[in-house]
């Protein structure tokens, strides 16, 4: 089955600084990469995803790339915030549009913004 | 409009007890999944219901878990002779299925069980 890791596991920076978080999975017949954010005590919250025929998808201050010969995906945060600490988390699915989508997520990067 | 909800948000239960986890997916959404997400971890799938019936239920551990969704809309996660090691979150998450796009999934805020 597939798997999806991500790394670094922790990653802290100053406000406004740009965040990176990156993601490799195994199976090249994943097609959909969709990125939850999560807060203490709430459930995963879609960010942003993208789809396998697509490299890159931008949206305000957040976008993501896809490399696919590579197998890997990252998550760029810009003019970062002290409301964008959380946990992110990547995921993986082989089948988006099938009928079942069930995600493979990765173990999650606990990112802290610095006032 | 509401989003996924899921009952009780904690669950405290002795080893041996049986416990249910309920799940009320977005409205019109045919598509229900449920995932276990244990301390410091991502999301593990469970099972999957298209409608009324489970079309995946490959991640339930063993056969000490059950899930139904009988009308095609509520959701529960059924745990019999809880074990110390069934302490996680459970989240529920819903999506519409709409065939127009990614399969998006919405999550609820997840049950908190543990297990003492």
């Known amino acids: 089955g597939e798997n999806v890791e991500q790394h670094p596991s922790t990653l802290s920076v100053q406000e406004g600084d740009s965040a990176v978080i990156k993601c490799t999975y195994s199976?090249?017949?994943?097609?959909?990469f969709p990125w939850y954010k999560q807060e203490l005590g709430k459930g995963p919250q879609l960010i942003i995803d993208?789809?396998?025929?697509?490299g890159e998808k931008k949206d305000q201050r957040i976008a993501v790339t896809l490399n696919k010969t590579a197998k890997h995906f990252s998550l760029h945060i810009t003019e970062t915030q002290p409301e964008d600490s959380a946990v992110y988390f990547c995921?993986?699915?082989?089948?988006?549009?099938?009928?079942?989508?069930?995600?493979?997520f990765g173990k999650g990067i606990t990112l802290s913004v610095r006032p | 409009g509401a989003g996924v909800s899921q009952t009780p948000s904690n669950k405290v239960t002795e080893k041996g007890k049986y416990v249910e986890l309920r799940c009320d997916p977005i409205?019109?959404?045919?598509?229900l999944y449920w995932y276990r997400q244990s301390l410091g971890q991502g999301p593990e799938f469970l099972i999957y219901?298209?409608?009324?019936?489970?079309?995946?239920d490959s991640g339930l551990p063993n056969d000490r878990f059950f899930a139904v969704r009988p009308e095609g809309s509520v959701s529960t996660l059924k745990i019999q002779r809880t074990e110390r090691g069934d302490s996680a979150v459970y989240l529920c998450?819903?999506?519409?299925?709409?065939?127009?796009?990614?399969?998006?999934?919405?999550f609820g805020p997840g049950t908190r069980l543990t297990v003492l």
């Open positions: 998450a819903s999506s519409s299925k709409s065939g127009l796009g990614p399969d998006t999934q919405y």
């Open positions: 199976d090249s017949a994943s097609n959909y």
């Open positions: 993208i789809r396998s025929n697509v």
């Open positions: 995921a993986a699915t082989l089948n988006y549009t099938g009928a079942n989508s069930k995600l493979t």
């Open positions: 409205s019109g959404h045919t598509a």
């Open positions: 219901f298209q409608g009324t019936g489970a079309a995946d």
